[in-house]
């Protein structure tokens, strides 16, 4: 079992930065974080290979937000910078993906969610 603890959400105006921490209990080989809005589909926001360190993005956030990791603290970062009103929503860490993208099919755990709140 693997426990994820986020941190970091809350609420900016358009154009801000936010950073969201997500600390897992033990070491595992892949992190992401992804993205809920009620009434739409689960989007996937970012992920990142603990070996290596390699990135992928989604398509709506590539250039804007830059995920990281602290491997001897087994956490991950997400900094969200010029954000927009659409970047709204509850963000989730998950751990274990499967494969490790944006589009992973088989996610093995979640963290509980952190709100972010964009006011234009």
């Known amino acids: 079992q693997v426990q994820l603890v986020e941190s970091g959400g809350g609420s900016v105006q358009a154009g801000g930065s936010l950073r969201l921490s997500c600390a897992a209990s033990?070491?595992?080989?892949?992190m992401g974080w992804f993205r809920q809005v009620p009434g739409k589909e689960r989007e996937g926001v970012a992920a990142?290979?603990?070996?290596?360190?390699?990135?992928y993005y989604g398509g709506s956030v590539k250039g804007r937000f830059t995920i990281s990791q602290d491997t001897a603290k087994h956490t991950v970062y997400l900094d969200m910078h010029d954000l927009k009103s659409e970047d709204t929503g509850t963000y989730y860490c998950?751990?274990?993906?499967?494969?490790?993208?944006?589009?992973?099919?088989?996610?093995?755990?979640w963290g509980k969610g952190t709100q972010v709140t964009v006011s234009s």
């Open positions: 998950a751990a274990e993906l499967v494969p490790c993208t944006v589009e992973a099919r088989y996610i093995g755990y």
């Open positions: 033990k070491y595992t080989y892949c």
């Open positions: 990142i290979y603990y070996t290596g360190g390699s990135t």
